[in-house]
């Protein structure tokens, strides 16, 4: 039984890390409709970027904060360089300038920082803490915590604000948006500043567990994709259960099947539930009049 | 006009001749960018400046060395064209590199055809085995770091294990090498599991093994960020049975990455270079291992590391080589390569035969365990 437990355990943590990614896939995606491959070197330049301001001498604290306001910065970069001049291009097209983004942000790290793998210490120490037999990292719990108060925000933020509202009329018609007095580019770029910046929070807490280094972004990307997949894409309860479920899907399979097949397991789910309900757990359907 | 055209045209003699000048050219191919950057990078960092040295001192049997170095970024096609490119177009006398054991495997057909020596600095068996006339290699090999490690465990009485490895090249190549010999030290596999090498979680694995019934100690073969996490979920879970990580963990980064408390006790092999402070005076490699130190230290501002020492042994082999050859004809450097006898290396002491183009005995390896966050040479 304290296996079980454990498992679980096991799988919310690196669920809400997954989670973490797909929820600052979720704005940049309501916003404009693309889904931005360059999230996961958000979270990693989050990670890269604390770890040396700290290194260098500043507290934890204000290191972070560095870290988050110069990755919103690169990401509002990102919009204005690479996305806003290519405006007009398919999604596809879009989608493909992010991945190219990602290549850059990677190699460029490369240069700045350094190639080797980094981590700084956990906020809260490394004691593990006993839940009936089982243990978990109080990391996790921030990492938890973390995700958990992102969503709020981000729910408060698209249902409760009119920026939020103008962010989603934007996605669902960019022309009808301007015609009803929506500054669309003000809207783009503050889409990339918040997934940026969620991106580099999300690095911040989960670098104590899981580490950083210049070539960390990929995988999240990947995974945190999956967990919004599955969630549904665009919606932030989707990304949370998405990626709370991918987490603990893998840490099952490796625990009671065979930890060879921990991610074709998790893929293989993934599959099975895009077959039944293409739009994801909570994804808005979508219909095209014509 | 004229002037203008006379001094182009002596600037493309001097250009021209400025090179022939009868240097002798050696050639690397290494992945300085790419997944095996953290790799390559001291590897070509460590070439460039001992060639600098070399030269400094006056050359090789009076010549200057002429290095050519290619970043491959880890990829077997790139690294291909870039050996052929060595031999054909630069008609390099010798070759250093193939980073990653992908990329040498790649590149030895185009060396054994143009009969050129190379040195690979990979890890694989099969790199040497069987021997290829014109292929070398520095690094030591997975099976050797098992014997060390079973040697250790048989020493303290340990017969049953639990095995935890990473699925990328380097944990799979290592745990196959491991799970080959294993049977000779009479020690016995109960549980074997595998992580990938992204994960950032592996509690789910070792609580299976932790679990498993009569298990005394645990084996992780890997590379990367996988054994420092795989490290700190071991004292997460206080699973309190001695841990072995492999020799691809040996470095000061990784005490750091899993914390000095998570890393408390953790046994591995690892070379002289990596405890060149605590090694004692009258160690063969002292000096060897402390003046590269100093040297790379000075000359990068980073810290030494092991892949670099491998480069270091490989150039150093090949001008001890050319130096006793009096020659810089390929086939003769292969002889002497060959000849190599008791050369003191950072990694071992190499006395390479023709049935053995390594040269290297389990002596290469220090069994080594952390302790307060720094190393103890425990044998």
């Avoid at chain 1, 997949?229 to 399979?253: I, Q, S, Y």
Wanted: net charge negative; hydrophobic share 50%.
């Amino acid at each position: 039984m304290p296996e079980l437990l454990q498992f679980l355990l096991s799988g919310i943590t690196v669920g809400a890390v997954y989670a973490l990614v797909a929820l600052g896939f979720t704005i940049i995606y309501n916003a404009s409709d693309v889904v931005n491959f360059a999230q996961g070197e958000f979270v990693m330049l989050g990670g890269m970027i604390t770890f040396f301001a700290h290194a260098a001498g500043l507290p934890l604290p204000l290191a972070a904060l560095i870290a988050i306001i110069a990755t919103a910065a690169i990401g509002v970069a990102l919009n204005k360089l690479a996305i806003e001049p290519a405006r007009g291009a398919p999604v596809v097209s879009l989608i493909i300038i992010t991945i190219g983004a990602s290549i850059f942000i990677r190699g460029a790290t490369q240069l700045v920082f350094d190639k080797q793998l980094h981590r700084f210490p956990a906020f809260s120490g490394d004691q593990p803490i006993l839940i009936g037999g089982a243990t978990i990292l109080p990391q996790s719990l921030w990492v938890i915590a973390g995700a958990l108060a992102i969503f709020f925000c981000l729910r408060l933020f698209f249902t409760r604000t009119l920026i939020g509202r103008a962010v989603l009329a934007t996605a669902n018609n960019r022309i009808a948006a301007q015609l009803v007095g929506i500054n669309t580019n003000y809207v783009m770029t503050l889409s990339f500043a918040m997934s940026a910046a969620i991106g580099a929070l999300a690095g911040v807490l989960v670098t104590p567990i899981t580490l950083t280094g210049y070539d960390v972004g990929l995988a999240l990307a990947l995974k945190g994709f999956a967990a919004a997949m599955l969630g549904g894409m665009g919606n932030p309860k989707g990304a949370l259960v998405g990626g709370l479920l991918l987490g603990v899907l893998e840490a099952m399979t490796a625990g009671y099947i065979s930890s060879q097949y921990k991610d074709a397991a998790a893929f293989v789910v993934i599959l099975a539930v895009l077959f039944a309900m293409p739009q994801g757990l909570f994804g808005r359907k979508s219909t095209d009049r014509v | 006009m004229k002037f203008a055209f006379t001094t182009t045209a002596l600037a493309l003699v001097l250009g021209l001749a400025a090179p022939a000048l009868a240097d002798i050219k050696i050639g690397a191919t290494l992945s300085e960018t790419g997944p095996a950057a953290f790799l390559g990078d001291p590897e070509a960092k460590t070439l460039k400046m001992l060639v600098e040295e070399i030269n400094a001192a006056g050359g090789v049997n009076g010549e200057k060395i002429e290095l050519i170095v290619y970043d491959d970024g880890g990829d077997p096609n790139k690294a291909r064209t870039f050996a052929t490119r060595l031999v054909e177009d630069d008609e390099v006398v010798a070759v250093i590199g193939g980073t990653t054991t992908g990329t040498s495997m790649a590149i030895i057909p185009v060396f054994e055809d143009a009969e050129v020596p190379f040195i690979s600095l990979a890890g694989a068996i099969e790199i040497i085995d069987p021997v290829k006339p014109y292929t070398f290699k520095t690094p030591h090999t997975d099976r050797m770091a098992c014997a060390k490690i079973f040697e250790d465990m048989k020493k303290a009485g340990i017969t049953k294990i639990g095995v935890i490895s990473g699925s990328d090249g380097f944990g799979a190549s290592m745990r196959k090498q491991c799970l080959g010999i294993i049977g000779e030290y009479g020690i016995e596999v109960l549980a074997d599991e595998t992580y990938g090498p992204t994960d950032a979680d592996m509690t789910p694995q070792l609580t299976n093994i932790k679990g498993k019934e009569g298990i005394q100690a645990v084996l992780n073969p890997g590379f990367g960020q996988g054994p420092a996490i795989v490290t700190r979920n071991y004292a997460q879970l206080a699973v309190g049975l001695p841990l072995y990580q492999s020799h691809g963990v040996a470095s000061d980064g990784f005490i750091e990455l899993a914390g000095a408390e998570a890393a408390e006790g953790v046994r591995l092999p690892g070379t002289a270079l990596l405890v060149a402070e605590i090694l004692p005076e009258n160690d063969p490699q002292r000096a060897v291992v402390t003046a590269y130190k100093e040297a790379y230290e000075k000359a990068t501002g980073k810290p030494v590391s092991t892949f670099g020492g491998y480069a270091h042994d490989a150039l150093r082999i090949l001008v001890d080589a050319i130096t006793r050859a009096g020659s810089a004809e390929p086939s003769d450097i292969r002889g002497a390569i060959e000849a190599t006898k008791g050369f003191v290396g950072t990694t071992g002491i190499v006395t390479m035969t023709a049935e053995d183009h390594l040269g290297l005995d389990l002596s290469a390896f220090r069994m080594l365990e952390i302790e307060k966050g720094g190393w103890k040479i425990v044998e």
